[in-house]
């Protein structure tokens, strides 16, 4: 049972380029996190997926971010004219879904995509 | 909103034992899990607890008491490759069971 892949790994972007990434959670996964881990800081959410919804974004910056879980393909997250800011691991993670009957429904991590703006 | 406090860095030799602390303040508890993290990796999971109590598996366990806001993984028998970053994590009733970290606790074990 393959785990959360996330790629691309590594992503070098200049400031004002687009970055995409992208998430495929592990077979029977239904629930997707995106979380964002800043040198030196712990990791923040930013928002949770299901299949075609946004469950909740609180934890996205207003502008400039988006992201999408669409029926087929992996989720994506999208960050638009980059700045240097944006420079950290951005980490997905899935759970089963609830009616799984699993006992703590922990989240399984992806490798993590590396962004760094220059 | 929700707080998590752990110590920044510890160490500890290799076979000995080592606890490391967490203390978190939260609006609504639904559980608390610990994460093992090696450098440029994933977190791992290690532990769940959700009641008061000693969770055990093998080398590692996690104590939770909800009453005082308090848990701590314990590890045994250390062992060089224990060397790490151990995040601590709470999870609320929203968000849909997101998890909140703290900012992780740095262990060298050394020989």
């Known amino acids: 049972n393959a785990g959360v892949m996330q790629n691309p790994r590594h992503l070098v972007r200049r400031r004002g380029q687009e970055a995409r990434l992208r998430c495929s959670p592990m077979?029977?996964?239904?629930?997707v996190y995106w979380y964002r881990q800043l040198p030196e800081e712990g990791l923040k959410f930013m928002v949770y997926?299901?299949?075609?919804?946004?469950?909740?974004e609180s934890g996205m910056p207003k502008e400039r971010f988006s992201a999408e879980f669409p029926k087929e393909g992996p989720s994506i997250l999208r960050i638009q004219q980059v700045v240097r800011g944006d420079s950290a691991a951005y980490f997905c993670?899935?759970?089963?879904?609830?009616?799984?009957?699993?006992?703590?429904?922990?989240?399984?991590f992806g490798p993590g995509t590396r962004l760094t703006v220059t | 909103g929700q707080n998590i406090d752990q110590p920044t860095e510890m160490t500890a030799t290799e076979g000995a034992i080592v606890q490391i602390n967490c203390t978190y303040q939260?609006?609504?508890?639904?559980?608390l899990f610990w994460y093992q993290q090696h450098a440029g990796e994933a977190p791992t999971f290690l532990s769940y607890?959700?009641?008061?109590g000693l969770e055990e598996k093998g080398r590692f366990s996690s104590f939770l008491s909800r009453s005082k806001g308090y848990s701590y993984l314990l590890l045994k028998e250390l062992q060089m490759k224990d060397s790490a970053s151990y995040l601590c994590?709470?999870?609320?009733?929203?968000?849909?069971?997101?998890?909140?970290f703290g900012k992780g606790t740095s262990l060298l074990v050394t020989p």
């Open positions: 939260t609006s609504g508890f639904n559980g």
């Open positions: 077979k029977g996964h239904s629930h």
């Open positions: 993670a899935s759970s089963p879904p609830r009616t799984s009957g699993s006992k703590s429904y922990e989240q399984y």
């Open positions: 997926l299901q299949k075609e919804n946004i469950i909740d």
């Open positions: 607890n959700v009641l008061d």
């Open positions: 994590a709470v999870r609320g009733f929203t968000s849909g069971y997101a998890l909140n």
